[in-house]
């Protein structure tokens, strides 16, 4: 059975940090594109951050650039992690950490190409 497990989030002050950390299971995803994307209440799904299967080539959303980071463990492939700087109360949401479809040797940004999710965690950014 797949699974995808996110941990990390949580409620901080604003310009704080937080990691997120996504572990995946059930199958080999060290060939799969990884992802984050984060939904907040009435608005649709956005994507944050992808990686491909390697972690070298990485998409950050205008939005978190410069402030979050996606990352993949070297040696524990089917693990991800978002490390999120300088949160604004913007950033508050539900993340979701998602794997693709398809092996990837690069990064997928739209969301019908991944196809396994995690339940999500809760990000809260007080000001």
């Known amino acids: 059975q797949v699974q995808l497990v996110e941990s990390g989030g949580g409620e901080v002050q604003a310009g704080g940090s937080l990691r997120l950390s996504c572990a995946a299971s059930g199958r080999t995803f060290s060939d799969l594109s990884m992802g984050w994307f984060r939904r907040v209440p009435g608005k649709e799904r956005d994507l944050v951050a992808a990686?491909?299967?390697?972690?070298?080539?990485?998409?950050h959303a205008d939005s978190v650039k410069g402030r979050f980071t996606i990352s993949r463990d070297k040696v524990k492939k089917n693990t991800v992690y978002l490390q999120m700087n300088s949160l604004t109360p913007e950033d508050t949401a539900m993340y979701y950490c998602?794997?693709?479809?398809?092996?990837?040797?690069?990064?997928?940004?739209?969301?019908?190409?991944?196809?396994?999710w995690g339940q999500g965690t809760q990000v809260t950014v007080s000001s």
């Open positions: 990686s491909d299967y390697s972690g070298t080539s990485t998409y």
């Open positions: 998602a794997a693709s479809r398809r092996n990837a040797y690069f990064y997928y940004t739209r969301e019908g190409e991944y196809a396994y």
